[in-house]
């Protein structure tokens, strides 16, 4: 297999290390908020307020600082968390990041240490903690309600990219608001995790890319219907390069060079396996603007390809049994998974339950059909929603009855592994759990971007 399979204990290692350090981390700047009360001289009355207040506004920096950390694609947390995990953690973190900064300039004012009023020339570092809190309201916003207020992909772009103006406002709002954070252990500690973000940040933008610029271009050899709604698009390196390392299940950031298409990149999941080191192949349903505009790609056009990501592989794993469950466009990461494991003539027990609405939109049918005659350790189980066929009566639906009669009981070393609509996970998640399958046991990913 081209790439080696991670050690699940390493992975666990790596995780508790980094919980760890992002633990130390907010300690220390929870003892600079509350530095106060580690002197030797008597705390004002209200300081306790005031102390809440200044932690909040330590902690919203730094997680300020992370946000753009987690979203730069860092293939090191990648490896480690997954893309999916890393963002929904963006999504948790700028959350509480905004509120730590709402509330910070209520508690500094709630003990009456400082007075509430109208703001003077010389208070411009609170004017900058004001823009500040309206920039992270602004993020938030647009990215929370995004669909209620119906913004398009490059409008919400265009707004969250205000958090880059965003966190220099902050820096500079928290360096001069208070001469203590000018000076001292204080300033060093600051200094150092400044650094650090700013190497961070230029690395993955600047470093990385130039780095591995050579194996991301990409030429479509074939570009066909695979079923309703569903295009196969067929990519080889654009040079005499071999393609990239990847395991069976990761997806890749795509973009490509037709006038027809938008060039913003997009996550999409890689259906063939890691064996076949000639083709790379993706299967793209037609849900929205971009992706509907893929009928426009033809042979020849160029492609960027960035990966691999994600950590939603059996490989990462150490399994005996396999279940695999999809729901639609769900089987992507199962077909590479499944065509690998046949490359590699594995002897596991696998077991593929595949939810769709009819036969055309099924992609790949015919070769599902010869994989379960020639690989004997699969079963195949189709569930077939608004079809009536020999086997199957329409309007049949992957429920908690229909799923503890095609699953069997929890045995260490199964896996589940779900990919489909975000309900169809959440829902299987939950029967599982009831039926007595740990939460360790099932794994999927969601492509909520």
Wanted: with cysteine; glycine share 6%.
């Amino acid at each position: 297999m081209k790439s080696e399979k991670p050690l699940p204990g390493q992975i666990k290692a790596k995780k508790i290390l980094i919980w760890l350090l992002l633990f130390a981390v907010l300690l220390l700047l929870a003892r600079i908020g509350a530095r106060h009360y580690f002197r030797d001289t008597p705390v004002k009355p209200g300081t306790f307020s005031v102390t809440i207040g200044r932690v909040f506004a330590q902690w919203a920096v730094a997680l300020l600082l992370l946000q753009s950390v987690l979203a730069v694609r860092i293939r090191f947390l990648d490896r480690i968390f997954g893309l999916d995990r890393l963002l929904k953690f963006h999504r948790a973190s700028g959350i509480i990041c905004f509120l730590m900064a709402f509330f910070h300039p209520m508690l500094m004012y709630l003990s009456g240490l400082k007075k509430a009023g109208p703001l003077s020339s010389d208070q411009w570092p609170e004017a900058i903690g004001a823009i500040c809190i309206i920039g992270l309201w602004l993020a938030v916003v647009s990215s929370v309600w995004r669909k209620f207020f119906d913004l398009g992909y490059q409008s919400w772009l265009r707004l969250h990219r205000i958090t880059a103006s965003v966190v220099m406002l902050a820096l500079a709002h928290m360096f001069s608001i208070e001469s203590a954070m000018r000076s001292g252990w204080i300033f060093a500690c600051w200094l150092v995790v400044i650094i650090l973000w700013v190497c961070t940040i230029a690395a993955a933008k600047f470093f990385f890319p130039l780095r591995f610029a050579s194996g991301e271009s990409f030429v479509v050899s074939s570009a066909t219907e695979a079923a309703k709604n569903i295009r196969q698009l067929n990519l080889v390196p654009a040079k005499e390069n071999a393609i990239f390392d990847f395991l069976p299940g990761q997806f890749a950031f795509i973009s490509f060079d037709n006038p027809q298409v938008a060039k913003e990149e997009h996550p999409v999941t890689i259906a063939s396996a890691p064996d076949d080191r000639e083709n790379l192949q993706f299967l793209i349903k037609g849900v929205g603007d971009w992706t509907k505009s893929l009928s426009a790609i033809k042979a020849g056009d160029k492609a960027k390809v960035i990966a691999p990501f994600g950590a939603f592989s059996p490989f990462r794993y150490e399994v005996d049994n396999l279940i695999l469950i999809a729901g639609g466009i769900g089987i992507t990461p199962m077909l590479s998974i499944l065509r690998q494991l046949f490359h590699e003539k594995a002897e596991m027990p696998v077991k593929l339950i595949w939810s769709y609405k009819t036969s055309a939109e099924a992609p790949c049918f015919e070769e599902l059909e010869t994989l379960s005659r020639n690989y004997s350790s699969l079963e195949i189980i189709r569930v077939v929603t608004r079809e009536s066929t020999e086997q199957k009566e329409s309007g049949k639906r992957l429920d908690r009855e229909a799923l503890i009669k095609l699953v069997p009981e929890y045995r260490q070393g199964c896996l589940v592994m779900i990919c489909g609509p975000l309900k169809m996970m959440k829902d299987i998640r939950r029967y599982l759990l009831e039926s007595g399958y740990p939460d360790s046991a099932i794994v999927s990913e969601e492509f909520a971007f």
